[in-house]
């Protein structure tokens, strides 16, 4: 092995079982075959880890010719996809479903979804772990993802998968948290309103989307959305009471409110705390720390993806499988760390990546 991974290697987690991602354990790169020829990219360029995994697999297969495209960002890369001009479509967001409708009615089956790396902690632009906050006077410390659901989502007849709409994620009204006693708050809390609060922003609210809601959006009615200071038209005088900071001016404010969001934002703020999250609750429940989410235990994460046209009935182009084992083995994933937008990828997922190669 090269180097040592300082900044994994020998770090604890804060759960037990749970270990931050070994690097060692990752298998090095060996080149399965010559690669030659062009390989089109058509997306984001994931804060410059793609160009930087192109280069260190050119020097591997020198006779590769890279086709980038990113101008479109993640908006676009399905879609290059489908019209015939890409063979991988690297995306921060999740492809949703206007992504993969056009593709499906190309090819009649959907795009292969690969994680790459795990979404940042803190830091913006990284595709930050999404933090669950409330009033710091509220005695709430845990919640499930099922809850959360109750709680910021709504009444619905369903959920999608893929490009199909099931009945099996329906349900009713009854469902709905809507007071702090059904969380099993005593007292004052009882009978008082749960006031929810979150950002109106593509990328982050289809995360939550699709972890929640299965793909829907029926949110509660009382959600209050808030937006980036960038996005504000500066012709709004009203525009910067959604600013996304403001949101937790208001629940510092507000006793009886829960928001989502980044730590970027809510660690200037003492009056709001952090709730420790677990998928049910049979447990465990995880605080939102660094080290929960390089090695994934915390339930909230984002991920950085490649999305790739894998016909079900053929193998993947021998080009596009080769560059996609080199980023899942040991020098792709360094390269993650090294770059320092994300997270490599514990070695048990990428496993799990690895078996959709075929």
Not at 152 to 171: D, H, L, P, Q, V
Request: hydrophobic share 35%; glycine share 8%; proline share 6%.
């Amino acid at each position: 092995m090269k180097k040592l991974i300082p900044a994994l290697l020998g770090a604890c987690s804060l759960l037990a079982g749970a270990q931050v991602p070994d690097l060692g354990r990752v298998p090095e790169y060996k080149p399965s075959m010559k690669i030659a020829g062009a390989i089109r990219v058509y997306g984001t360029d994931l804060k410059g880890q793609m160009v930087i995994w192109e280069q260190a697999f050119s020097k591997y297969h020198p006779d590769v010719v890279w086709e980038n495209s990113f101008a479109t960002s993640s908006e676009g890369g399905i879609a290059g996809m489908y019209i015939g001009i890409s063979d991988m479509a690297p995306m921060g967001d999740d492809a949703k479903i206007t992504d993969v409708m056009p593709f499906w009615n190309v090819f009649h089956y959907l795009p292969t979804e690969y994680s790459v790396a795990t979404g940042g902690y803190e830091k913006r632009g990284t595709l930050w772990a999404i933090q669950i906050v409330v009033n710091k006077d509220n005695p709430l410390t845990k919640l499930t993802m099922e809850q959360l659901d109750d709680i910021f989502g709504s009444e619905r007849t369903g959920g999608w998968e893929g490009i199909t709409y099931t009945g099996k994620y329906a349900r009713g009204a009854e469902k709905n948290i809507r007071i702090w006693g059904q969380l099993g708050l005593k007292g004052e809390w009882a009978d008082k309103p749960i006031q929810t609060y979150g950002y109106n922003a593509p990328g982050f609210e289809i995360a939550v989307e699709r972890k929640l809601l299965h793909w829907t959006d029926k949110w509660n009615d009382n959600y209050k959305e808030y937006v980036e200071e960038k996005m504000i038209t500066p012709d709004d005088s009203d525009g910067p009471k959604v600013q996304s900071e403001r949101m937790y001016e208001a629940l510092s404010k507000d006793k009886y409110g829960i928001a989502w969001g980044p730590i970027l934002h809510s660690k200037d703020y003492p009056n709001v705390k952090q709730i420790d999250l677990a998928w049910t609750s049979a447990g465990p429940y995880v605080p939102l720390t660094e080290a929960n989410v390089q090695n994934r235990s915390y339930p909230f994460l984002r991920d950085a993806y490649i999305y790739l046209n894998q016909a079900p009935d053929r193998p993947l182009d021998p080009k596009v499988a080769e560059f996609m084992r080199f980023i899942y083995s040991r020098e792709g994933q360094e390269l993650v760390l090294e770059h320092g937008m994300y997270y490599p990828l514990p070695y048990s997922y990428i496993q799990q990546q690895l078996a959709k190669i075929k």
